[in-house]
């Protein structure tokens, strides 16, 4: 009997599989687009940000208390999405590096 069963060992085979650049056709077209995705969504945010600032003046100016804290809670969160859209190829990055040195 062996000292390892034989569901580990397959548990723990490597494929071989690992990214590689221009490996398949359209890869620069995809990635045009998907730039193009982030860049759409960032202007979004902007537009978002600034209703939400007008939102947040109105309800503040008026006395509208729920205006004012709907206002509050959209800034926050396009400022959450702009850090996201900013941050995604970065974040993506550290994670795909971290994961890599997984054995």
Same mark, same amino acid.
Do not use: C
């Given at each position: 009997? *062996?000292?390892?069963?034989?569901?580990?060992?397959?548990?723990?085979?490597?494929?071989?599989?690992?990214? @590689?650049? !221009? !490996?398949?056709?359209? +890869?620069?077209? +995809?990635?045009?687009?998907?730039?193009?995705?982030?860049?759409?969504?960032?202007?979004?945010?902007?537009?978002?940000?600034?209703?939400? +600032?007008?939102?947040?003046?109105? !309800?503040?100016?008026?006395?509208?208390?729920?205006?004012?804290?709907?206002? @509050?809670?959209?800034?926050?969160?396009?400022?959450?999405?702009?850090?996201? +859209?900013?941050?995604?190829?970065?974040?993506?990055?550290?994670?795909? *590096?971290?994961?890599?040195?997984?054995?």
């Amino acid at each position: 009997m *062996s000292p390892i069963p034989d569901r580990l060992i397959q548990l723990a085979y490597d494929p071989g599989i690992s990214p @590689k650049d !221009g !490996g398949l056709p359209g +890869l620069s077209v +995809l990635k045009n687009v998907v730039n193009s995705i982030n860049l759409f969504g960032i202007v979004a945010v902007v537009g978002a940000l600034a209703v939400s +600032l007008g939102v947040w003046a109105w !309800g503040h100016h008026t006395g509208g208390h729920q205006a004012e804290a709907n206002g @509050k809670k959209g800034a926050v969160v396009a400022a959450g999405a702009a850090l996201g +859209l900013g941050a995604a190829n970065g974040i993506v990055a550290f994670f795909s *590096s971290l994961g890599s040195q997984i054995h």
